[in-house]
């Protein structure tokens, strides 16, 4: 049969019978299609320009190691990397020992749940703009904690709350919690309720079976929650920019300015060297035990 | 006496080693008003091997769950070795429990899942070590230690799970349907290893299971539970032979319910009538002329009545055979009597029995022994 002695529907027919036989020889088609949309995304607006920041690393003004070979020696760098580092190290410990106690209170909640996880993912609903503007009010030489402090009769002089160090950290805290609490109240959710049963049976205190099955059972949840926080707190920008003391510049605030002064090969680098760490971390965690197939339940 | 002989050197050898006894009283759980157990009281022997038999939703497992502690009764009281233990909570009240999914702990290897009770115990190391050593022998498993529970078979994690409650040596072991996740080979083979150890070790053993054929094989005494309360107590032929009401006689063993009416009383005896058929039954129970009753039989104690002679001591009405099945070792035939109730009999297969057809009108008849009023 000649193709122009084709009716139109029976193309359309034949057309089918053919779609239906890629779809049996190549069988990663449809998922191939389903996601070419925002394949074709991240390509564009993704990919590519991550693809061309590090080449600018490299090619600004001319190719060259450069950039990079001046990172050891250069003080303004290392300090700055420093603070990055140490503040999302704090901030990362600091939101562990608050969402934990959460994340169990929300895993064991029955009909308080809901109440829980709303006043959990408020933080979310809200921009970082306006959270980290609150706690200007809120921390400021005139806050609301310094005149409370005062008119408790606590201290004479207004403290040096705002544009610390601590301003930072305490306002990171607050933005990261939810990326805590969420993935250790799931894992601690996944723990069979009868191996705290048998514990208890089998002679534990509470507190012996939370350290001895719970906790240990949890580590997947710490690990991915840890990591998470880690990984967000590097990049933060807004937050120590606001609310930060002037000597407490984080590497996003660094590539910033060097934006504003035009070096754009610097700025490069310094985004790269940023995403490494975020990635050779995330590497890591997947090695680390835990965070793997350890912990699978037995059933 | 070999057995015995070897004993010492197994983790729960001290000679002195005796079962605890539990005593409950008027027992209640209620849930958001509704009650989970409803008023029960037990008194579990030192060494016994107890059952708690039901279908689900009948109580039996919280009522396991309040002797282990894992829940608080509403009213009523729970004993061990005549002490009330229900301010006890459940770390200090020294009693093994097997889960029915086992509950090992899978962040930990074979081994230091023994060793856990051991180390809540301030068990010496060295101690410990050997203590788990002779667990894993003990449940033939030497040599799993290292291994992590999910790299065992379901019948072996079900004996680590065992050792485990073992190793510390409780006097009172509870199970929870401990072999419902096993196939049947394995569970048949489990239910004598249960046996045997229960024997080996004397401790108390309280079962859970609603798997009649499990409770009949390794009881000493089952507690037929049904809709929170106990329905009758009794070694496993006594619930076999003399259920006590129409609930036991259904759910253990298979049973043939004809409903009579009283027309006379001569001594133990009692003479129902069944449509217009006359029937004896033994009675201790002082029945009015013209109550109604249900009289019971099993459908193995049934025969065609030609094999019999006629005798007092025998029931005998007349059927019709609806169907016949052929199942192995038995012929299974289910029957109609005159006044249109549903009877099955069955019996035994041979070369030499004659297989009945469908619409065979026939005789059968049974011993009065066998006959039971619930």
């Excluded at chain 2, 759910?251 to 029937?279: K, Q």
């Excluded at chain 2, 192995?328 to 035994?348: F, H, I």
Aim: net charge neutral.
């Amino acid at each position: 049969m000649s193709d122009s002695s084709m009716t139109p529907s029976m193309r359309i027919l034949g057309g089918r019978r053919e779609w239906s036989r890629w779809r049996r020889d190549i069988p990663w088609l449809t998922p191939l299609l389903l996601a070419a949309p925002l394949l074709l995304y991240m390509a564009v607006f993704y990919a590519i320009p991550v693809v061309s920041m590090l080449l600018r690393s490299l090619n600004d003004p001319k190719w060259s190691l450069d950039h990079y070979a001046a990172l050891p020696s250069d003080v303004v760098f290392l300090k700055v990397l420093w603070i990055t580092l140490s503040t999302s190290f704090i901030v990362t410990l600091a939101t562990l020992m608050l969402a934990y106690p959460v994340a169990l209170a929300l895993s064991r909640a029955r009909s308080t749940a809901p109440l829980i996880l709303i006043v959990v993912l408020l933080p979310f609903w809200t921009s970082v703009l306006v959270r980290t503007y609150a706690w200007m009010v809120l921390l400021g030489r005139h806050g609301m904690i310094n005149e409370a402090l005062m008119a408790l009769g606590i201290i004479e002089q207004p403290l040096r709350l705002l544009n610390t160090t601590l301003a930072t950290e305490i306002a990171m805290v607050h933005i990261l919690l939810p990326y805590m609490i969420l993935p250790i109240a799931n894992a601690l959710r996944q723990i069979d309720p009868s191996l705290a049963l048998a514990s208890s049976g089998l002679g534990a205190t509470p507190w012996g079976t939370f350290r001895q099955v719970t906790f240990p059972l949890s580590m997947p949840g710490v690990a991915a929650g840890m990591l998470l926080v880690f990984v967000l707190a590097l990049g933060f920008y807004i937050t120590p920019a606001m609310v930060g003391g002037s000597r407490d510049i984080t590497l996003s605030m660094l590539i910033a300015q060097e934006v504003d002064q035009l070096h754009w090969g610097y700025a490069a680098t310094l985004s790269t060297l940023l995403l490494a760490v975020a990635l050779g971390l995330v590497a890591i965690a997947q090695l680390l035990p835990g965070v793997g197939n350890t912990f699978r339940t037995s059933k | 006496m070999k057995e015995a002989s070897g004993r010492s050197a197994l983790p729960m050898g001290d000679g002195c080693l005796r079962g605890a006894s539990v005593s409950l009283s008027d027992l209640e759980r209620s849930y958001g008003g509704v009650a989970a157990v409803a008023g029960v009281s037990l008194d579990i022997q030192s060494g016994e091997f107890l059952t708690l038999l039901g279908p689900s939703g009948s109580g039996k497992t919280t009522t396991l769950m309040m002797i282990a502690g894992f829940q608080a009764p509403s009213k009523g009281d729970i004993a061990i070795d005549g002490v009330s233990v229900v301010d006890t909570p459940p770390y200090r009240r020294n009693i093994g429990m097997v889960f029915q999914n086992y509950a090992l702990f899978p962040h930990l290897t074979v081994a230091e899942n023994i060793a856990f009770p051991l180390k809540q115990r301030r068990v010496p190391k060295v101690e410990r070590a050997r203590l788990v050593a002779e667990a894993l022998e003990l449940m033939h498993l030497p040599g799993y230690g290292g291994r992590y529970p999910r790299q065992l078979s379901g019948g072996q994690q079900q004996r680590v799970a065992v050792a485990r409650a073992l190793v510390f040596k409780p006097r009172l072991l509870l199970m929870d349907e401990p072999l419902g996740a096993l196939d049947k080979q394995l569970r048949e083979n489990l239910q004598l290893e249960m046996r045997r150890l229960h024997a080996e070790l004397g401790i108390t053993f309280i079962y859970v299971t609603h798997d009649q054929e499990e409770a009949l094989t390794m009881s000493d005494r089952i507690v037929v539970m049904n809709d929170g309360k106990v329905a009758q107590v009794g070694r496993p032929e006594d619930l076999y032979d003399r259920p006590c009401n129409r609930f036991v006689a259904s759910f253990i063993g298979e049973s043939n319910f004809l409903p009579a009416v009283v027309r006379g009383l001569e001594n133990d005896m009692v003479v129902a009538e069944c449509g217009g058929v006359l029937l004896r039954a033994a009675t201790s129970q002082r029945l009015a002329i013209g109550a109604e009753i249900t009289l019971a039989t099993r459908p193995e104690r049934l025969r065609f009545a030609e094999q019999l002679a006629e005798s007092d001591a025998i029931n005998r009405i007349a059927v019709t055979v609806t169907e016949s099945v052929f199942a192995g070792e038995r012929c299974r035939y289910l029957l109609k009597t005159e006044n249109g109730a549903a009877m099955v009999l069955k019996e035994v297969s041979s070369a030499t029995v004659r297989r009945r057809d469908v619409g065979d009108r026939v005789e059968i008849a049974w011993s009065v022994a066998d006959t039971i009023i619930v």
